[in-house]
């Protein structure tokens, strides 16, 4: 979730004056990275996947189960055996101190002995995370606790903080709280059957009441969802750009298929995914933004291909975007699609800057176009190379909730590798308006919707 902070934070007053500059700077970095690399060629088909382990701790004697807060314990003592040559997997910080983000140590290839080894190796990075935890601990595949957010104690460890002890985590969920007056709340609607009060008041919401709803009103609600979230490397920019429009319609089908989040705070909800919950974490909007300005957290609001047939193009829908910045990322030699994009990324507010950030408006570095295009959270991320050494251009693929299996998490990453990779090879078209992708984004929250609800596809010519 972005660049480690390594120097003092800038307050969101300050950040509000320096944000011009800042902008300014992050498009002459992000100008400078496209000059440099659109010519990048990377033939491997390099890929991998990200999943976000809870660590639950079951305590067999009160037969009580509870989420361990053991993040920092876990990523210390793995960090002073990162080296050691069987070891499977890297493990990262994430949102929640009781939960740990894990990626392969090297990317995937496309062959068939790597499609094989994608469960087996999702099994041992889960037993690397158990490695380090006590007795009864364990890394389970679970989307989100349910009984997270309820009034009794569902925390446990050496921690008493249920948020990331990284000052990066802590600072993004005090200006979310700052900026966006509040903070935001989530109604989910619950689910009624035979045996529900009527009518249904959450109890452990004191302030307000809704009838037959659960407030989710606290930001350690929702902090600790998982997902699992696959990125492809494309031999070019021109491929990179295709696989991420072709990916954006099918991200809410793939939510529908994955959906593994039914219970919020100890109550069944007539949703069954965590989508709406973690975009409203991080929602920075204030009431009167909220009118004119989209979330952070959203799915796609444009295409990248310049062979994207000419009446999705739409431009206005673009919003915040500041004019001056695109025509500066034009004038320097980009399409208005790609400037579209980065410019209207560009354009946001900063979530977080640093002092060191005002000072270091260098166009050779990355530092500030990371800082601020990290911080958009599409359900398919463009993603251009930052060095000639790292992976070339990719694309990242984010719809997808973890499963309760390695098998359903194994087959759920490696089916959509084998779908980008048919998507690129046959050169599948399947463009539909953006109206209609989000149509399908509503539609694919609601309960059983991948079998109860449809979604817009393309149809053939």
């Known amino acids: 979730m972005g660049l480690a902070i390594e120097d003092s934070p800038l307050t969101p007053k300050e950040a509000e004056k320096a944000k011009t500059h800042v902008q300014k ?77 894990t990626t392969p140590v090297k990317p995937y ?26 007795a009864q601990t364990h890394a389970i595949p679970l989307c989100i606790f349910p009984r997270t957010g309820v009034a009794d104690t569902w925390t446990s460890g050496p921690s008493n903080d249920p948020m990331c002890s990284q000052p990066r985590y802590k600072l993004i969920a005090k200006n979310v709280y700052t900026r966006s007056q509040g903070g935001s709340k989530t109604w989910l609607p619950i689910y009624r ?57 099918l991200g809410p089908c793939l939510l529908a298929m994955t959906a593994a989040t039914p219970i919020w705070k100890g109550i069944m909800v007539d949703t069954d995914c965590r989508w709406q919950r973690y975009g409203d974490l991080v929602d920075d909007r204030n009431s009167i933004e909220k009118d004119c300005l989209p979330p952070r957290w959203i799915w796609n609001q444009s295409y990248l291909s310049t062979e994207q047939p000419p009446e999705l193009y739409d431009p206005e829908s673009l919003k915040p975007m500041d004019s001056s910045l695109h025509q500066y990322l034009v004038n320097g030699g980009m399409d208005h699609f790609l400037a579209d994009h980065f410019a209207s990324i560009l354009s946001r507010d900063p979530l977080i800057l640093t002092e060191a950030d005002t000072r270091n408006l260098n166009s050779s570095e990355t530092n500030l176009f990371e800082t601020l295009y990290g911080y958009v959270w599409n359900h398919v991320r463009f993603k251009p190379p930052t060095s000639d050494k790292g992976p070339g251009w990719r694309v ?62 393309r149809r053939r010519d």
Not at 56 to 66: G, Y
Not at 230 to 243: D, V
Request: glycine fraction near 4%.
């Open 25 to 101: 700077a992050a498009a002459k970095q992000c100008l400078e990275i496209w000059t440099k690399q659109r010519n990048r060629v990377e033939l491997d088909p390099l890929w991998g996947d990200e999943i976000e382990f809870p660590i639950v701790n079951l305590d067999v004697d009160s037969s009580r189960a509870t989420m361990f807060m053991g993040q920092a314990q876990v990523i210390k003592q793995w960090e002073a055996e990162a080296d050691h040559p069987d070891n499977p997997g890297i493990l990262q910080w994430e949102w929640a101190s009781y939960v740990v983000e």
């Open 396 to 457: 990242e693929f984010r719809p997808m909730e973890i499963q309760l299996t390695d098998f359903n998490n194994a087959a759920f990453a490696i089916f959509s590798f084998l779908l980008a990779r048919a998507i690129i090879f046959f050169h599948f078209n399947f463009y539909i308006p953006i109206d209609l992708v989000n149509e399908s984004g509503a539609s694919c929250q609601k309960r059983d919707a991948v079998l109860q609800e449809r979604f817009w596809f």
């Open 193 to 249: 059957d035979s045996m529900t009060k009527t009518p249904f008041l959450d109890d452990n919401n004191l302030e307000e009441k809704r009838e037959n709803h659960v407030c989710l009103d606290q930001q350690d609600i929702g902090r600790g969802s998982c997902s699992i979230q696959t990125t492809f490397q494309a031999a070019n920019e021109t491929e990179a750009r295709w696989l991420h429009d072709q990916l954006i319609s």
């Open 109 to 134: 290839m496309g062959l068939l002995s790597d499609l094989t080894n994608v469960e087996d190796n999702m099994r041992k990075r889960r037993e690397l995370i158990n490695r380090y935890l006590p």
